[in-house]
């Protein structure tokens, strides 16, 4: 999609008259990916709306991660394009769900990791925070005498179990998005395209994962298609990870995989952000994130011992 000039100019002016950083996920759209000043996956956008000293954060993403931006950087004020960009996977673990878990089981003392597509509510519960990119290394930091549970995501959480051998219990959450993909769609386009190399994201499940020639998080899918010598990948996650990979490794062929509902494995939450809404968002500095303090104050505490622990 090309994107109105003039709607470029407007979004330039306002991120300048309001000393705004936008930050976009590697889902968004090619037009969000090209007029924004990071995109990156979870973790690198975590540390950088931690350490921008923009007064504004517009953040095009789904609202999870606007709200963590929010929760490390406070002070600053954090608007998103659509305030209904949720996510399946934030869904599937309500906090209220969650504490009345914890309370039922609290004689198994359980260490807490939370993936990072989850509520301010469910983080503020949780003792560490993790994402695809550094799970296995939180899972290994975590105390060796206390039983873990993982929450939301149950493809990540046993696809860090196989990874780790720490055997854990896991929340029955899972992304609508790449649940969707099958063993059968996989083979059918690894059958067309013999010696292309198949990379999956690890909220994949198992049958899927096990016909990848490498599981990892949408940012080191970047260095992994880079570095290899084949140039042929099947990529197997949102479709908006496929502009990040042509524009950063030019002259390689990258294959969708198409899903049950969708041709092209687009997120429907991802996808609720528009230019034109970025725009409204930078003019009128909302929909913006708010929480309580004493949330975002308990949330902060397992988000910061992620970033000191994946430095
Ligand atoms: P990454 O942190 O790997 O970008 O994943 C985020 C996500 O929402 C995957 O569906
Ligand atoms: Fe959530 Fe899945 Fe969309 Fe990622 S792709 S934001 S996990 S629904």
Redesign the pocket.
């Given at each position: 999609m090309v994107a109105a000039p003039s709607l470029v100019e407007d979004i330039l002016r306002l991120k300048k008259e309001r000393n705004a950083v936008i930050l976009a996920h590697n889902?968004q759209t090619r037009d969000i990916q090209e007029i924004a000043d990071f995109v990156g996956d979870s973790l690198g956008l975590a540390y950088k709306a931690k350490e921008t000293s923009a007064d504004v954060i517009a953040f095009c993403?789904?609202h999870f991660m606007a709200e963590t931006a929010k929760i490390v950087n406070p002070g600053k004020t954090v608007v998103l394009p659509d305030a209904d960009a949720?996510?399946?996977?934030?869904q599937s673990c309500p906090g209220p769900q969650l504490e009345a878990f914890l309370k039922a089981n609290a004689a198994k003392n359980y260490y807490v990791i939370a993936y990072i597509?989850c509520s301010a509510h469910v983080k503020a519960l949780s003792d560490c925070i993790c994402t695809s990119g550094n799970a296995v290394k939180i899972v290994q930091a975590a105390p060796p005498d206390r039983p873990i549970l993982f929450v939301p995501?149950q493809n990540l959480g046993s696809w860090v179990m196989e990874q780790t051998g720490r055997k854990m219990d896991l929340w029955k959450g899972s992304?609508?998005?790449?649940v969707e993909f099958t063993r059968d769609s996989i083979q059918a386009i690894k059958d067309q395209h013999p010696g292309a190399q198949v990379v999956a994201h690890p909220?994949c499940t198992y049958a899927v994962r096990m016909l990848a020639d490498e599981v990892c998080s949408t940012e080191k899918m970047v260095a992994y298609c880079r570095d290899h010598l084949s140039d042929t990948f099947i990529i197997v996650t949102?479709s908006g990870m496929l502009h990040r990979l042509e524009r950063e490794v030019p002259g390689k062929r990258f294959i969708p995989v198409p899903t049950g509902h969708c041709a092209c494995a687009d997120?429907?939450?991802?996808k609720l952000n528009t230019l034109q809404k970025l725009r409204d968002a930078l003019r009128d500095l909302k929909p913006h994130v708010e929480m309580p303090e004493d949330i975002r104050a308990r949330a902060e505490k397992p988000l910061l011992r992620m970033l000191e622990l994946s430095r």
């Open positions: 889902y993403g789904v949720g996510c399946s996977l934030e597509n995501d992304c609508y998005v790449h909220e949102e997120c429907r939450y991802m």
